[in-house]
């Protein structure tokens, strides 16, 4: 396989496919938060139900966004770790399709426009990777992006149940969720774009992705007005603190 085709693989059928399904969970988490009130008021035991989806949706968001940041060790991964190393090690024979946009990200990164010029495509490649190499959440304890809490989660409780108290898993955030998402579609954005031709970011700075999936509230809020259980959906923001459950 090409080295393109192996780079194409990772993103085409990892990466953007945990970001779709991460933030298509996280938008129903999202929907449901911001009609918790009147759900919990509803006749039928619709809180409880509705409570149930909240979690295994939030579950799901926390396996997507672990699997964008494993480190391939053993077997080949399709993560953003694994994308980096193959950018890295092939930067002289991966050429980019269209060279404005890896120097758009570069500047963007810090570099002045008159050194990323002089670059040859084998250098702005191996910079390209560098910085966001540099950039990539940390698995070390405290890290601010919470990663490491997300991980914790994964392995102690969602893949294996250990015997831990609850009070051990460390606590992750909506927001660093979403946060974690930014930096895997900033990515993918821009190598999909540099090397692959594959467009995730249009003019007005809309990513394709996340506007798809987030078209999985509108059935949902079709079906709690059908129920009669809200005639608007505009309510409060949910908590921003992941449950221990």
């Known amino acids: 396989m090409e080295i393109a085709d192996k780079l ?33 008021e509803a006749k039928y035991g619709f809180g409880h139900l509705f409570g149930r989806l909240q979690h295994v949706h939030t579950e799901m968001a926390i396996l997507a966004v672990n699997r964008i940041y494993d ?83 994964r392995d102690k409780k969602l893949a294996h149940p250990e015997a831990i108290n609850v009070t051990d898993i460390p606590p992750i955030t909506y927001k660093q969720i979403h946060d974690l998402l930014s930096f895997a579609k900033d990515f993918i954005a821009t190598v999909g774009l540099s090397y692959l031709s594959i467009l995730y970011v249009v003019d007005d700075g809309t990513f394709l992705l996340s506007r798809d999936a987030e078209d999985i509230v509108r059935p949902l809020r079709r079906l709690l007005q059908r129920a009669g259980i809200i005639a608007d959906a505009a309510q409060a923001e949910p908590a921003g603190t992941v449950g221990p459950d």
Do not use: C, M
Not at 10 to 22: F, H, K, R, S, T
Not at 77 to 84: F, I, K, N, Q
């Open 8 to 40: 194409h693989d990772i993103v085409w059928n990892g990466l953007q496919v945990d970001i779709y399904e991460a933030e298509e969970a996280l938008a129903l988490v999202k929907e449901i938060g911001l009609n918790a009130t009147v759900i919990n």
């Open 71 to 153: 480190k391939p060790k053993r077997h080949t991964l399709r993560s953003l770790p694994s994308a980096l190393e193959l950018l890295q090690a092939n930067s002289s024979t991966l050429k980019p399709v269209d060279r404005r946009y890896v120097s758009k990200k570069l500047i963007e990164f810090g570099h002045p426009e008159t050194k990323i010029k002089s670059l040859e495509d084998t250098q702005a490649t191996e910079l390209l990777a560098r910085e966001y190499t540099n950039r990539l959440p940390s698995l070390a304890d405290g890290d601010p992006t919470g990663l490491n809490a997300l991980k914790f989660r």
